[in-house]
């Protein structure tokens, strides 16, 4: 189906009034923040559990110039990594909390009917369901190669930055940009 500008217009004015309905309910922070944290908080799970594995499976061995090999020795950098990536998920989800709180202070009717808040919803859980599984990936092929989990930081921070410029055009594509600006403030005023 394709959306037309009266379409996009149409939509937009629900939007709106949707915002101005003075007799909606508040947004629950909770709610916000477990539609803020789901997606980061998944890879970093995966993360965690990947790096559990591979501290469960070391067995120190004797190295090249005859010493016996520590468990942050061999995965340092390994460790490291996977703990930045934790950090970055948790940045990234607090990052998320302020679009959340936006999306949930529309009324459930409002989002429902919404077009453009429809398509931004399929896009969004495509993406986070391809970076997602995109790190699951990385985390499964550690479990061979622990090594590999060096690069969980970069992966999460490039999966982020990939989904915020796709969903970010299709909001300029769209042009509701000021609306979700309204949103934003009107979420920090709560």
């Given at each position: 189906?394709?959306?037309?500008?009266?379409?996009?217009?149409?939509?937009?004015?629900?939007?709106?009034?949707?915002?101005?309905?003075?007799?909606?309910?508040?947004?629950?922070?909770?709610?916000?923040?477990k539609?803020?944290?789901?997606?980061?908080?998944?890879?970093?799970?995966?993360?965690?559990?990947?790096v559990?594995?591979?501290?469960?499976?070391?067995?120190?061995?004797?190295?090249?110039?005859?010493?016996?090999?520590?468990?942050?020795?061999?995965?340092?950098?390994?460790?490291?990594?996977?703990?930045?990536?934790?950090?970055?998920?948790?940045?990234?989800?607090?990052?998320?909390?302020?679009?959340?709180?936006?999306?949930?202070?529309?009324?459930?009717?409002?989002?429902?009917?919404?077009?453009?808040?429809?398509?931004?919803?399929?896009?969004?859980?495509?993406?986070?369901?391809?970076?997602?599984?995109?790190?699951?990936?990385?985390a499964?092929?550690?479990?061979?190669?622990?090594?590999?989990?060096?690069?969980?930081?970069?992966?999460?921070?490039?999966?982020?930055?990939?989904?915020?410029?796709?969903?970010?055009?299709?909001?300029?594509?769209?042009?509701?940009?000021?609306?979700?600006?309204?949103?934003?403030?009107?979420?920090?005023?709560?």
């Amino acid at each position: 189906m394709t959306i037309t500008q009266a379409d996009v217009n149409k939509d937009i004015c629900m939007l709106a009034s949707s915002i101005e309905d003075e007799n909606r309910p508040l947004v629950s922070p909770i709610q916000a923040l477990k539609i803020s944290m789901l997606w980061p908080l998944s890879c970093a799970a995966v993360y965690a559990i990947s790096v559990s594995w591979a501290i469960y499976n070391f067995t120190p061995h004797i190295d090249h110039f005859d010493n016996m090999t520590t468990l942050t020795g061999e995965y340092g950098f390994v460790l490291a990594a996977c703990a930045l990536a934790i950090v970055f998920c948790l940045f990234i989800g607090a990052s998320l909390y302020g679009p959340a709180l936006a999306y949930l202070s529309l009324s459930k009717e409002a989002r429902d009917k919404s077009l453009i808040i429809g398509r931004l919803k399929k896009v969004t859980m495509k993406l986070g369901m391809f970076f997602l599984v995109c790190n699951i990936g990385i985390a499964v092929f550690s479990i061979k190669f622990p090594s590999v989990l060096v690069i969980s930081p970069f992966s999460i921070i490039v999966s982020f930055l990939i989904t915020q410029g796709v969903v970010g055009a299709e909001v300029s594509r769209y042009g509701i940009s000021a609306i979700f600006g309204k949103l934003n403030k009107l979420a920090k005023k709560i």
